[in-house]
C-alpha cells in the first residue's frame, strides 16, 4: 500500500508549460516503476508516462513524445511529470500511480496504487 500522491496541478495557459509531482510513502517506492495517466470525464484512464524504478527508462504515449518528460528521486519518494506546449485538450485529472513491477509499462493492470488525482486546466 502506500501514502500520497499528486500535486502542482492548477490553471495554466494554452501554450504553457506544468511541472507536476508526485510524492508516495509507504510503498516500496524505491523498487517500484511509477506511471502518469489521465482520465477525462465519461473516458477510460489512458497512459500518459512511465519511468522505470532507477529512472532510467521512460515510456510515452505517442501523443506526448516530444513535449513530455518525466523524471524521479528516489531519496524524496517522488517524480516529476512536466509537459510543453499544452492545449487545450490536456485539460483534465491526472493520476500518478506506483507499479507493482520495476520496469515500466502503459499497463493499467501492472499498477497497485493510485494517487487520487490532480486537476489540470488550460486557459485560452
Known amino acids: 500500500q502506500g501514502e500520497g500522491g499528486e500535486s502542482g496541478g492548477g490553471v495554466v495557459q494554452d501554450g504553457g508549460s506544468l511541472r507536476l509531482s508526485c510524492h508516495v510513502s509507504?510503498?516500496?517506492?524505491?523498487?517500484?516503476?511509477m506511471g502518469w495517466f489521465r482520465q477525462a470525464p465519461g473516458k477510460d484512464r489512458e497512459f500518459v508516462a512511465a519511468?522505470?524504478?532507477?529512472?532510467?527508462?521512460?515510456d510515452y504515449a505517442d501523443s506526448e513524445k516530444g513535449r513530455f518528460t518525466m523524471s524521479r528521486d528516489n531519496v524524496k519518494n517522488s517524480v516529476y511529470p512536466q509537459t510543453n506546449s499544452l492545449t487545450l485538450e490536456d485539460s483534465t485529472v491526472y493520476y500518478c500511480?506506483?507499479?507493482?513491477?520495476?520496469?515500466?509499462?502503459?499497463?493499467?493492470?501492472?499498477?497497485?496504487?493510485w494517487g487520487q488525482g490532480t486537476q489540470v486546466t488550460v486557459s485560452s
Open positions: 519511468i522505470s524504478w532507477n529512472g532510467r527508462s521512460t
Open positions: 509507504g510503498h516500496t517506492f524505491g523498487t517500484s516503476a
Open positions: 500511480a506506483a507499479g507493482t513491477t520495476t520496469w515500466s509499462s502503459g499497463d493499467r493492470d501492472l499498477y497497485g496504487y
